[in-house]
């Protein structure tokens, strides 16, 4: 006879955004942070963060659960990984795009039937506003758009800064460079590098103040532009990162072809980015990426490493390969 098959995974998996909506809840109340100080019992946790008594317990004991904290007879502390990267006072903290997850996607994802249904964004387009305009008219909203765009990029920018050749180039630029996290995890680890963060100009002062913050002001500057109408700069190496999954195809394979155009003989783009395993079975986070993409833009999707090696070629680079970061991103690189 045949095992009986369990339910356990499709229960686990159906009530998922329960836990993550705890963790989500404790990025937002700043539960790592505080606990980075050191440890504390429930009721300076209830304190300190202003909670009702009635399910402090019952919020922290199901992080200890989940595997968020530790717990050591009354004291609650962080694990190692909360600790390294949900402190809001640690350099790699990536609650920035927790935080936005928590306050715009949450509620955006709740609608994806509709968006399964009528092909349309779930987001502040819905009330016919444009994704970038809407963000960025409104200050608090573009800081934690930008800061959430760091902790998306932060782990993938260490990776390029360890493992791309770097002693062969000078100068990059970081097309679509939000905060600047990328081109400051770059600058930081070398020295001799120098490079632009080019983006839409209500990002400057988020991104000169971050670059400021980093004391990297003489090899990091701003250059406004949109780049759909103005030229790309001209250096080394052009980065774009969750740039080309926010737009259609033909926008996409403009982007790859403006970028050729742009570089000198022997320059690369790279394309940092969730990338799709070729098979499309794999790597569920570009995937979900990508139903974030109905999400929150018009026509933008993610792609598989053949999809962008294809733009490139056409676009006229003479090799284009993929390389896979740790976790689910990868780079895909074309060389001039
Ligand atoms: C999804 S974010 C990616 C940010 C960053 N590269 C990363 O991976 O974390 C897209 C970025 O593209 C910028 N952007 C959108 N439309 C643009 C345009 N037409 N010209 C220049 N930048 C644009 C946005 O301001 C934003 O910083």
């Known amino acids: 006879m045949a095992e009986p098959v369990s339910p356990g995974g499709i229960m686990q998996l159906g009530i998922a955004s329960w836990g993550s909506k705890v963790l989500l809840s404790a990025v937002e109340l700043g ?16 304190e300190r963060l202003g909670l009702h008594e009635r399910s402090t317990r ?4 199901a992080l200890v659960a989940l595997k968020m904290l ?5 004291l609650y502390s962080n694990t190692p990984e909360t600790d390294a990267y949900l402190d809001r006072a640690k350099p790699l903290y990536l609650g920035g795009l927790l935080e936005m997850a928590n306050a715009r996607l949450y509620p955006f994802w709740g609608r994806l039937t509709e968006g399964l249904k009528t092909g349309q964004p779930q987001n502040e387009i819905k009330e016919g506003q444009d994704l970038f305009g809407a963000l960025y008219s409104d200050p608090t909203r573009l800081e934690i758009f930008l800061q959430a765009m760091t902790g998306l990029s932060l782990l993938a920018a260490h990776a390029v800064a360890a493992s ?10 970081d097309i679509g460079c939000a905060q600047g996290g990328f081109a400051v995890t770059l600058a930081s680890a070398h020295g001799h590098l120098s490079g632009i963060g080019f983006d839409l100009p209500p990002v400057r002062p988020v991104f000169e103040k971050y670059v400021a913050e980093h004391d990297l002001g003489v090899r990091l500057r701003f250059q406004e532009g949109d780049f759909f109408k103005d030229p790309l700069p001209t250096v080394d190496v052009l980065f774009m990162g969750h740039i080309l999954h926010d737009w259609n195809l033909e926008q996409k394979q403009l982007l790859v072809t403006k970028a050729y155009d742009a570089l000198p003989a022997g320059g690369s783009l790279v394309v940092y980015e969730s990338i799709i395993d070729d098979d499309r079975r794999e790597n569920a986070f570009g995937l979900l990426m990508s139903l974030n993409m109905l999400i929150e833009t018009n026509e933008g999707f993610d792609f598989t490493a053949s999809d962008c090696i294809g733009w490139m070629k056409q676009a006229g680079f003479a090799d284009a390969r993929v390389q896979q970061l740790h976790g689910p991103d990868s780079i895909v690189i074309g060389r001039k």
């Open 31 to 46: 539960l790592f942070t505080e606990l980075a100080t050191g440890p504390k019992n429930t009721d300076e946790i209830r």
């Open 164 to 173: 791309f050749p770097w002693e062969s180039y000078k100068s990059f630029a």
């Open 58 to 61: 019952d919020f922290i004991d």
């Open 70 to 74: 530790n717990r050591q007879g009354n």
